[in-house]
């Protein structure tokens, strides 16, 4: 049965490669090898290797809460928890193996601690909640509607302990890492055509209205952590003000990411890759205007691929 999972896995790796293509695999390569190399260098210092061990759990946390098929596991395999663990040490191996050759243990025993609490308990749970937050945004925005509903205890507690703890230094920019990640997710799923057609719409008008609302809605929802970050913090104000700019970018892009590719009801496995891969570059300063290329590439793609289904509004 093992052996069945290996084989699944990489079938999932292969089609996944296989719609990104050749071009975008080599970057892709290319932007992994430049991390893990940073990885070994950075983790040398004992701080830069706490932060990364921690922010390395909240990659895990982040995943395990998104993956579908931990019903399919538990199903199928009576030793799933070990399974699943056993994927994150292989997802880890960079990070443990550059903090065990910078003899980095006190973050490495972190790390480690951190994540087997994660897989604890991984029973299935899809859970949604209904608020008057969901009817303050607008009808038009179904990705953050939707988004808001699933992770809505998740996102008001980690916005109102950013607010309440502002005053430290390095909440904010971690609050707003975590929310702006969150907020990623909204745009994986697909829309079903009944929903893309009933904004009566063109392509183009579709994909301005699409990014329009969502530099709105985030910018509401950040403006409050960025300012507070402002005053506590006011010789510091650029990181704040930069960390807000890069992830609204990273969003942007993915957005453009979505509809590049779209097609009624589909989890793209594609697309999840190259927003990945345009995470990485927003993240990494020098590779930041790769990431707005990308996306400028990715806009243009998108209004080609959504005339097919809204050619009917091109007015």
């Given at each position: 049965m093992v052996q069945s999972l290996i084989v699944i896995r990489l079938k999932q790796l292969y089609r996944s490669l296989k719609d990104i293509g050749l071009l975008r695999f080599i970057l892709l390569i290319a932007i992994i090898t430049f991390l893990i190399s940073a990885l070994f260098i950075k983790s040398a210092d004992y701080t830069n290797a706490l932060y990364i061990s921690?922010?390395?759990?909240?990659?895990?946390l982040i995943i395990h809460i998104k993956r579908k098929d931990k019903l399919f596991l538990k199903s199928h395999f009576t030793n799933y928890k070990t399974l699943i663990l056993a994927e994150y040490i292989i997802l880890s191996a960079p990070v443990i193996a550059a903090?065990?050759?910078?003899?980095?243990f006190k973050s490495l025993i972190i790390f480690i601690s951190i994540a087997l609490t994660i897989n604890?308990?991984?029973?299935?749970?899809?859970?949604?909640?209904?608020?008057?937050?969901?009817?303050?945004i607008p009808n038009d925005s179904i990705e953050f509607k939707a988004g808001v509903r699933r992770y809505l205890i998740i996102l008001t507690t980690i916005w109102t302990a950013g607010i309440a703890a502002s005053f430290y230094t390095a909440t904010v920019p971690v609050v707003m890492f975590i929310i702006g990640i969150i907020i990623l997710s909204f745009y994986e799923q697909c829309e079903p055509l009944q929903i893309l057609t009933s904004y009566e719409l063109s392509a183009k008008k579709l994909m301005v209205l699409k990014i329009k609302r969502h530099i709105q809605i985030y910018t509401i929802v950040m403006m409050p952590l960025v300012i507070l970050f402002t005053i506590f913090n006011h010789t510091l104000w650029y990181i704040a003000a930069t960390e807000f700019f890069v992830l609204l970018t990273l969003h942007i892009y993915a957005i453009t990411v979505k509809y590049a590719l779209y097609k009624p009801n589909i989890k793209s496995q594609a697309a999840q890759t190259l927003v990945a891969i345009g995470a990485i570059g927003a993240l990494i300063a020098p590779l930041l205007p790769l990431t707005i290329i990308m996306g400028i590439r990715f806009y243009i793609k998108s209004i080609n691929n959504l005339n097919q289904y809204l050619n009917d509004y091109n007015r």
């Amino acid at each position: 049965m093992v052996q069945s999972l290996i084989v699944i896995r990489l079938k999932q790796l292969y089609r996944s490669l296989k719609d990104i293509g050749l071009l975008r695999f080599i970057l892709l390569i290319a932007i992994i090898t430049f991390l893990i190399s940073a990885l070994f260098i950075k983790s040398a210092d004992y701080t830069n290797a706490l932060y990364i061990s921690l922010g390395f759990n909240l990659l895990i946390l982040i995943i395990h809460i998104k993956r579908k098929d931990k019903l399919f596991l538990k199903s199928h395999f009576t030793n799933y928890k070990t399974l699943i663990l056993a994927e994150y040490i292989i997802l880890s191996a960079p990070v443990i193996a550059a903090l065990l050759t910078n003899s980095q243990f006190k973050s490495l025993i972190i790390f480690i601690s951190i994540a087997l609490t994660i897989n604890i308990d991984s029973k299935p749970q899809s859970r949604s909640y209904n608020s008057w937050l969901q009817r303050l945004i607008p009808n038009d925005s179904i990705e953050f509607k939707a988004g808001v509903r699933r992770y809505l205890i998740i996102l008001t507690t980690i916005w109102t302990a950013g607010i309440a703890a502002s005053f430290y230094t390095a909440t904010v920019p971690v609050v707003m890492f975590i929310i702006g990640i969150i907020i990623l997710s909204f745009y994986e799923q697909c829309e079903p055509l009944q929903i893309l057609t009933s904004y009566e719409l063109s392509a183009k008008k579709l994909m301005v209205l699409k990014i329009k609302r969502h530099i709105q809605i985030y910018t509401i929802v950040m403006m409050p952590l960025v300012i507070l970050f402002t005053i506590f913090n006011h010789t510091l104000w650029y990181i704040a003000a930069t960390e807000f700019f890069v992830l609204l970018t990273l969003h942007i892009y993915a957005i453009t990411v979505k509809y590049a590719l779209y097609k009624p009801n589909i989890k793209s496995q594609a697309a999840q890759t190259l927003v990945a891969i345009g995470a990485i570059g927003a993240l990494i300063a020098p590779l930041l205007p790769l990431t707005i290329i990308m996306g400028i590439r990715f806009y243009i793609k998108s209004i080609n691929n959504l005339n097919q289904y809204l050619n009917d509004y091109n007015r």
